[in-house]
């Protein structure tokens, strides 16, 4: 009896010790399932990080893309609304400086409005002219109308006067050095005392043009129109004038240009 006790004890022990084991190696298998588990979380977690990640950086990408954009866009139209505006400035410009040199046209006397020489209040008036004389140097006035107008000493230096109606134009006194006046009717005109020196009469008409001593030193006379001999003998010319070319002056002895230089 005792040893059948002694039996039933041990296994009782041994039933409770291997119950004890199921329970260690169900213990062991739970942790080790949640470890997993808890692993795989962290790899669908850090999976899902990653990809978040990847998605803003996409996102942040196409957003400086986009603002890069933008920034080139308001940079091009702050461009063009810069060069508009230059454009603008330099037509409004260009509109006043021509109607100004229009209004400053306008104002020019004419011949037949100046008063004769020979009084007093003459004399005067002309003082006021010459010392307001006009001074436009390097103006484009090609194929203008100035005939008749007075501009004695005024200061038309490398003008452009191609192609202009210069009709009976007083020129006395005037600086035109430089100045083109090719293909210009100068027909009439007073150039008395003016200063054509390197001016471009190509082509101009001279029909009874006053070129007393007005100074033609290098001036192109190249086939200049009814120019004649009378004419350049009152004015002042030099070796360097051109007149080789000039129908009007069959040959220009040198005696005559030297004659012209010792002269004035």
Known sequence: MYIWMIVLNIMVIVGIWMMVKIQQRTREQMLVQLRARDHAQEAHQQEWKAQQEKRLNQVEQRLMAQM??????????????????DDLKRQYEAAVSQAHLEYTLAQLPRIEDMPLPASTDALQEGAEKKSQPLSLPGVDLSG?????????HANLQNARLARANLFMTDFSGANLAGADLSLSNLSAANLAHADLHDANLEEANLLVADLNDANLSGA????????????????????????????GIVSLDTAVISDNSSHH
């Open 68 to 85: 890069h954009t933008l920034l080139e866009e308001v940079h091009t139209k702050e461009v063009q609304d810069s060069r508009r505006i």
């Open 144 to 152: 203008h109308d100035l005939s008749h107008r007075y501009l004695s």
């Open 220 to 247: 192109n006379l190249h086939n200049t129109r009814n120019l004649t001999r009378e004419q350049l003998q009152t004015a002042i010319i030099d070796s360097d004038v051109q007149l080789n070319q000039n129908d």
